[in-house]
């Protein structure tokens, strides 16, 4: 304000000089503000993924019952009856949308890491794949940006290749959370829907599967990847059973972004987060991580430390379709190689 009343006054003065500078000073503090808004759109966009991850389907579902003693009951009648009848939609691949997959709030949480999508092979139109996706982390974040956004471009950069990256079934059984997840082009990690899409759905299917799962977040921490297998093979025999590609690929700097508490094996916190894990599927983790955001000074958010992400995936792995074993190792010849 004060520069917008000097320019005044050098008007009034008759010296355009004035103007000029002022318009100068003007500009230079516009552009420290844009950094600024820019840099708190950042640390929203990941806040509110996060956010909407934890407790997006548990708050909606407690809307929707608190809905049904109120005059709008009429709301939860109608979601629940839809509901009923787009059950199976996750199953076979869910209801993407590339109005969501393109929303500006996904470049900011790319920029927030920052995230890139490095390719190194190119992928057949005419095949189907299945990407082995390693390290698992707390959240995901590096898979959740580069295959359920287009943020780093992966329908440019690899034409004719719909993604679908695999999460835990439970999910899709929260009202709202399901959609908002099936918006992105993500589905249940489970036998029949990945039969469904390696069969049924054409060509040019990449499913991404987190291999170690959310087992694997829990030896999730800073400078160690430790891949969780047991018990976790049935994707190489689905690829196998349909002809699929395996694709492995690598997130670099994953489990950067949060120091994890680390519970020794036997204490009572590993086995709260066991039990956790058997019957809800996904253990809660303890973080420390703390960033410091625009929003708020002096004190830290639930948000993610910024670490940059890098995901490469190397050549594909042919395999071809063979009758369904009762063990892998009989399978396992059929493959050009081991990874």
């Known amino acids: 304000m004060k520069t917008l009343i ?12 004035s103007i000029l500078s002022a318009l100068q000073d003007l500009s230079a503090i516009t552009w420290l503000n844009r950094s600024k808004v820019e840099k708190q759109l950042q640390v929203i966009s990941v806040l509110q993924w996060v956010l909407s991850f934890l407790v997006l389907g548990v708050a909606c579902s ?22 009923a009848f787009d059950w199976n939609t996750p199953k076979k691949g869910g209801r993407r949308s590339q109005w969501v997959r393109n929303w500006a709030v996904w470049r900011y949480f790319r920029d927030y890491f920052p995230i890139q999508l490095v390719k190194t092979h190119n992928l057949l139109t005419t095949r189907n794949y299945i990407f082995g996706y390693h390290p698992h982390g707390i959240m995901g974040l590096g898979a959740f940006c580069n295959f359920s956004t287009e943020a780093t471009e992966v329908s440019k950069k690899f034409p004719g290749i719909k993604p679908y990256l695999a999460t835990l079934a439970g999910n899709f059984r929260m009202p709202v959370l399901r959609e908002y997840l099936m918006s992105g082009g993500i589905c249940p990690v489970n036998r029949d829907t990945i039969d469904y899409l390696l069969s049924k759905n054409g060509s040019g299917n990449a499913i991404i599967i ?12 800073p400078g160690k990847n430790a891949v969780t297998l047991r018990n976790r093979k049935g994707f190489v025999k689905l690829a196998l059973r349909h002809g699929a590609d ?5 997130s670099f700097g994953e489990n950067e972004v949060y120091q994890q508490v680390i519970f020794e094996e036997g204490s009572w916190g590993r086995w709260v987060q066991k039990k956790f894990q058997k019957y809800i599927g996904s253990p809660p983790a303890s973080s420390t991580a703390e960033a410091s955001s625009p929003l708020t000074p002096g004190g830290s958010c639930p948000t993610p430390s ?30 050009r190689r081991r990874w």
């Open 6 to 17: 000097a320019a005044y006054s050098g008007v009034l003065r008759g010296t355009g000089s």
């Open 62 to 83: 407690v809307i929707l019952v608190y809905l049904i003693c109120t005059d709008c009951w009429l709301i939860t009648a109608l979601y629940f009856t839809w509901l």
């Open 246 to 250: 395996l694709v492995p690929t690598y």
């Open 210 to 221: 987190v291999v170690g799962g959310a087992a694997e977040s829990l030896s999730s921490m």
């Open 306 to 335: 910024p670490s940059p992400l890098s995901w490469v995936n190397p050549s594909p792995s042919r395999s071809w379709s063979t009758r369904p074993s009762r063990t892998l190792t009989s399978t396992m010849p059929c493959t």
